[in-house]
């Protein structure tokens, strides 16, 4: 980086783009609404009855020889949305919240989940299902340790297993005379059958070089020189994220909610490309774009996404070296690597390249936020016209204004489900309102508002907290404070490579000084038509060093239980300061 010629050393600074993050609500009941122990039964209307598949798939267990089998919510990619072709854990449980995991034996049914959606998920799952009220994996084999006898087998999908969860599992169950089997075949793919959704087969399309900051051609050269400078000099790069793909080819397409991507896997060598995906979704154009039809080193070599695990397996059977970010690189795919063939980073050049926006990114990504603010400042006008006529409500509203997003140039959907909430849903940080349950806007209560959009361009994140009438003097004081944490991370300037959690107080200080504290992330990443939380940037330990050309949301935020949220949210880019020396 270019240092000013006084400076003994580089500085960096947030300046504000015009944003959202992982909010973590408390608990505000603990009673299990569904009566199951009584007789008879009273359920909420929104149960999904999971007898028979349970039966059916008990009886897969019963073949496979298990006495429990583990379910979590997550996609072969480690998306953070994940499409309908892959909710399993919804399709088996009822249970349509983002987070949670099941674990099925041959006499009981269990979800673990946190107090997000400890409410929905009473209102939505039969009384098969025991629901725990804690997270993590050593509840999970707590409970499996009751449950199942000694020299029992505990069956899970290696391809739907983090290393990291697959490394916490076999860990807890060390020394327990239980064994975790891996089982290639997905048992709840197995009973689903005819009733899962089928696999995306939309068209998967060229971004226009309008909006990408270098070619495909120009990124793989540039992924190519970071691999012939690794101290380990791996031969292969393996990306499994779906927004590594996507980026690096300038592909998109429609597969995962709220995201641009497709599914596939890429195998990046010095002499191939090899791309695994599903081919029919290509168009002559796309294809003669990623020169598919040839051999060379700039050649795209289409294969069928099923055979990523096998022909992994046969290329680490050869004299080579893979590369691999373990983040997104599932336990299925990790474990066919010999482990001395192996060069493993908590996250691939791929995931830290993009991470850096060069100029023409920079441009495009706050071109998208420029008219995003104008969709959000038609909606905030509107509301300010129409919630004291008591017509507004929070479904309602969050429709309108992706209405008012879908009406700007380069529009692609919302970013993420709006959180659109009023009065005390406000408190629940991750609160979304459905059709079926919402609040009216009053100007008696707090709105908190945090949504965002997609764009070819780029993507957006903004939250903004409004009130209508008059607010208490506790409400100021948050509100002001939150503001004030807002602000001093924005105009903070920190060391070059710096962590960003060793900043993120500096967001928290105007609250610590009154005793008030939020339970979530501060900030995260954000893509270029790409995702809304693009990991690894942002002030989480996990989160890579602050670097020039890196965009972040900031967003602290207070909740009140059972009363309001306050949450204030921006994306601001790192650029280099001017200091003067001592």
Request: hydrophobic content about 40%; overall charge negative.
């Amino acid at each position: 980086m270019a240092l000013v010629p006084w400076a003994c050393c580089p500085w960096l600074v947030l300046l504000c783009a015009c944003a959202w993050g992982n909010p973590k609500p408390v608990d505000l009941q603990t009673k299990d609404v569904r009566n199951c122990s009584s007789s008879p039964q009273y359920l909420p209307v929104t149960v999904v009855n999971t007898t028979e598949k349970l039966t059916a798939l008990r009886q897969q267990m019963h073949t496979h020889n298990l006495s429990a089998y583990i379910i979590p919510d997550t996609d072969a990619h480690m998306s953070e949305y994940i499409g309908e072709h892959d909710k399993r854990l919804a399709w088996i449980t009822g249970f349509t919240g983002s987070a949670g995991t099941a674990v099925v034996t041959m006499g009981k049914a269990g979800l673990w989940t946190d107090s997000r959606y400890w409410t929905q998920a009473e209102r939505e799952m039969d009384c098969n299902w025991e629901l725990h009220k804690e997270v993590g994996t050593a509840p999970i084999v707590n409970w499996l340790l009751t449950e199942i006898p000694a020299r029992g087998h505990v069956g899970f999908d290696p391809l739907l297993f983090s290393i990291a969860s697959w490394e916490s599992y076999e860990m807890a169950f060390r020394g327990s005379d239980r064994e975790l089997v891996s089982i290639i075949s997905n048992l709840v793919d197995l009973v689903w059958e005819s009733e899962r959704p089928p696999a995306p087969s939309q068209p998967i399309y060229v971004l226009q070089e309008t909006f990408t900051g270098s070619t495909w051609q120009e990124k793989v050269s540039s992924i190519r020189s970071q691999m012939q400078k690794h101290h380990k000099a791996p031969t292969a790069l393996l990306l499994s994220a779906l927004d590594e793909t996507a980026w690096l080819f300038n592909l998109r397409s429609s597969d995962i909610p709220y995201n641009p991507f497709f599914y596939s896997y890429t195998l990046l060598t010095d002499s191939s490309i090899r791309l695994f995906v599903n081919k029919s979704r290509f168009n002559s154009e796309t294809l003669q774009y990623l020169n598919s039809s040839c051999t060379g080193s700039m050649c795209v070599q289409l294969e069928d996404y099923s055979q990523v695990h096998d022909s992994i397996q046969a290329y680490a059977s050869g004299a080579v070296r893979i590369w691999i970010g373990m983040t997104y690189t599932t336990y299925g795919l990790y474990k066919v690597i010999p482990k001395e063939k192996l060069v493993a980073d908590t996250y691939s050049p791929v995931m830290v390249t993009k991470a850096v926006k060069n100029n023409k990114e920079q441009a495009l990504l706050r071109a998208s936020h420029v008219r995003d603010a104008v969709a959000m400042i038609r909606y905030l006008v509107w509301l300010e016209k129409n919630v004291p006529k008591g017509i507004v409500d929070e479904f309602s509203g969050a429709e309108l204004l992706d209405k008012f997003r879908g009406e700007e140039e380069f529009s692609s959907g919302p970013s993420f489900k709006t959180i659109s909430a009023s009065g005390l849903n406000a408190a629940l940080a991750h609160y979304s309102p459905t059709k079926e349950f919402h609040r009216k806007l009053s100007s008696d209560e707090m709105y908190l508002l945090d949504s965002g959009g997609q764009y070819w361009d780029g993507t957006t994140d903004i939250t903004r907290t409004v009130h209508w009438g008059t607010p208490s003097a506790f409400q100021k004081e948050a509100y002001t404070r939150v503001l004030i944490g807002n602000i001093d991370l924005s105009r903070l300037v920190f060391p070059a490579a710096i962590s960003g959690r060793v900043i993120e107080a500096f967001a928290r200080r105007a609250l610590w000084n009154v005793g008030l504290n939020y339970g979530h992330g501060t900030g995260h990443g954000i893509g270029n038509f790409l995702c809304v939380h693009e990991w690894p940037v942002g002030f989480q330990s996990s989160s890579i060093t602050m670097g020039k050309g890196m965009f972040t949301s900031i967003e602290p935020g207070y909740y009140q239980d059972g009363e309001f949220g306050i949450r204030l949210e921006d994306v601001a880019l790192v650029v280099e300061a001017k200091t003067k020396t001592k």
